[in-house]
């Protein structure tokens, strides 16, 4: 597809695991984002690859989250031993150097 | 670091009327972009308009205009004729143009619509 296609698009876990959500964003895009969203809310920075360049990390709400960027492209961030405000909706979103964001549709996570 | 202000949590416009959503920025860059994003309840983000800063002229697409103030550090999103298919949460974003610095958001405004 001509999008960024995130995986998979609701995930119900139970307190405690590990849950992976992945993201493939445009051929060929170098910069790649994660963002969390609370229901009605702004949009929280995680996490930011741009091409070779050592991520930026300073999102990362704790040392649970952490996420990679393989071969440049496809993109998973793992949350482990999840926790009930860990429920939010997790966006990818991937861009060229300086050029607007194209977003997925996002991974709704819901922790019980 | 770059910070994205949006004043305004929520506004309302009726419909067929003018709303402008504010939204100020602070940097020390000279050469940036600045956009508005759209997040209808769909969640899917959607880019609305952009303004390079070099540029002087104010960015339009169709119904949608921007009022750049580069010295002010403002740039606000004009909305005339507003629609009903125009409700949703509007982000505004800055990126410098120079290395690998990130987007950054604003908080957002959600703007309801009256019919």
């Known amino acids: 597809g001509a999008g960024v296609s995130q995986s998979p698009s609701n995930k119900v876990t139970e307190k405690g695991k590990d849950v992976e959500l992945r993201c493939d964003p445009i051929?060929?895009?170098?910069?790649l984002y994660w963002y969390r969203q609370s229901l009605g809310q702004g949009l929280e920075f995680l996490i930011y690859?741009?091409?070779?360049?050592?991520?930026?990390k300073s999102g990362l709400p704790s040392d649970r989250f952490s996420a990679e960027r393989t071969g440049g492209s496809v993109s998973t961030l793992t949350i482990q031993r999840t926790q009930q405000e860990d429920s939010a909706v997790y966006l990818c979103?991937?861009?060229?150097?300086?050029?607007?964001?194209?977003f997925g549709n996002g991974t709704r996570l819901t922790v019980t | 670091a770059q910070t994205v202000t949006q004043s305004q949590p929520e506004m309302s416009v009726q419909e067929a009327e003018t709303v402008t959503l504010s939204c100020t920025y602070d940097?020390?860059?000279?050469?940036?972009?600045l956009f508005w994003y759209k997040q209808p309840p769909s969640r899917q983000m959607i880019l609305v308009i952009r303004?390079?800063?070099?540029?002087?002229q104010n960015a339009t697409e169709n119904r949608f205009s921007v009022n750049f103030q580069k010295a002010a550090k403002s740039f606000s999103l004009k909305i005339s004729d507003s629609q009903l298919g125009d409700a949703a949460m509007y982000f505004c974003?800055?990126?410098?143009?120079?290395?690998?610095?990130?987007?950054?958001f604003g908080t957002g405004t959600r703007l309801t619509i009256i019919p």
């Open positions: 303004q390079e800063a070099y540029k002087q």
């Open positions: 690859f741009q091409g070779n360049s050592a991520p930026d």
């Open positions: 051929s060929g895009h170098t910069a």
């Open positions: 979103a991937s861009s060229l150097a300086y050029s607007p964001l194209h």
């Open positions: 974003a800055y990126i410098s143009n120079f290395g690998n610095e990130k987007l950054t």
């Open positions: 940097t020390s860059e000279s050469d940036y972009y």
